[in-house]
Each structure stands twice: as C-alpha cells, then as structure tokens.
C-alpha cells in the first residue's frame, strides 16, 4: 500500500462548480500536511498547509481527519486557472522527508 | 521570501557524460537540501536528504556513486549525475527547508529536465 493516496483523475469541473477531493495517508504518526499545486513541466508550489483544526485560504479549504487518516481539498468557485494537478504531502514521522501522493488533475472548463 | 534556484533548467548530454545540477536558496539559509525525481505522469519521488556539511542520506534503490550530492554550504547543494545514461532522463528538483522555520514546508526550484542520448 502506498503511503499517501490520491485518486488520479482528472476531475473535470465546469468554471465556477465546487470540486473536492480526498487524500490518504497510512502513517498514523504523520505530523504535517499539506497541498501543493504543480503545472505541467513545473515545479510543485505550497499551496496551503493543512491544521488539524481544519483551515480556509480565499476559495480553497483544507480539512484533516486524523482518525480516518485522509486530508481533503475543496476548492469552490472554481477558475479556468485552477486547472493542475494537486498533491497531497505528508510529513513522514521519520522527521524531515516529505511524501508525495500521486496527486489529482482537475480541469476547470468553461 | 524562499526562493529556490536550480540551474540549468535544461540539459541534453550524451550518454556517458556527467551531468552537474545546482540548488541554490537564494534568501534563506538550508541545513537541508532535498532531490527528488519525477517521471512523466508520475509523482515526485526522493531521491536523498542532502545535509550541510556532512554526507547525504540516499533512499533505498538510489546508487550514491550514480548520484554524487554535495552541500558544502547553507545556500547550495549540488547533484552530479555520472555517466549518465537514457533512462536517467528525467526532471531533477531540489527543495530546501529553512532552517529556522518550525514548519517541514520545503520550496522548490524550477526543476532541471534532463535528456540523455
């Protein structure tokens, strides 16, 4: 089983829709997560870092569900520049390492 | 704040020949450097922990002779991909932590995408 899992997708999503997606981790002792947002042939970019209480950044919001062990990404009214794929990373318990889910591709259409 | 350089963006060598990819943090300081590796359609996968002044730890599968890191200072870390050959092709990113924040959130650079014929 991989350690952190994402459905692949791609979610197509009309402009303006609400689209969510989900996030699995199996290392119950992961201490950090977050989003990043990665276009084609570039970089991953931090999109948010994600609390435990839960947390929202203008459109997109980010919950943490420690007892299922999956963190969530919701981004609401959603733009032709949301389009990418999202990964979902997790601190491991080992201190440093990140790791990288598969990540999610959402295309946002008009 | 926390930008991340990595150069050069892009390089095409013939197989045999070493490749030398730097990271650079350019307003911060980086005890830790990390190099990850991304296949197409895949997902970024760890390469090795690159620490200032002392050897890098590589991940299981990772030959540490193929893949020579050095970090000889709190701003650069460099990847050296010796006798390359085709199937190491890929696109190479670093990210380094500041070494002051509390946070894991580490920054990445642009990526180099290496070809090798």
């Not at chain 1, 947002?37 to 948010?48: A, G, I, N, T």
């Not at chain 1, 997109?60 to 062990?69: E, H, I, K, P, V």
């Amino acid at each position: 089983r991989k350690e952190v899992e994402q459905d692949p997708g791609p979610f197509n999503v009309p402009e303006g829709a609400t689209v969510a997606f989900n996030c699995t981790y199996s290392n119950s002792a992961s201490q950090s997560f977050f989003w990043y947002r990665q276009d084609c042939r570039k970089e991953p970019k931090l999109l948010m870092s994600v609390y435990s209480s839960g947390n929202e950044d203008g459109r997109f919001t980010a919950q943490l569900n420690r007892a299922s062990q999956y963190i969530s990404l919701l981004i609401r009214d959603s733009k032709l520049s949301d389009s990418a794929t999202y990964l979902c990373v997790v601190n491991s318990a080992a201190g440093n390492k990140l790791t990288f889910g598969g990540g999610t591709r959402v295309l946002v259409k008009p | 704040g926390a930008v991340v350089s990595q150069h050069p963006s892009r390089v095409i060598c013939k197989s045999g020949t070493s490749v030398k990819i730097e990271c650079r943090s350019l307003d911060f300081q980086a005890t830790t450097m990390f190099w990850y590796r991304q296949f197409p359609k895949q997902s970024l996968m760890l390469m090795a922990t690159s620490n200032e002044g002392s050897k890098a730890t590589y991940e299981q599968g990772v030959e540490k002779d193929k893949f020579l890191i050095n970090h000889a200072s709190l701003t650069l870390s460099t990847l050296t991909v010796t006798s390359a050959h085709p199937e190491d092709s890929s696109f190479y990113i670093c990210s380094a932590r500041d070494f002051r924040s509390y946070s894991y959130e580490q920054y990445f650079g642009p990526g180099t995408r290496l070809t090798v014929t």
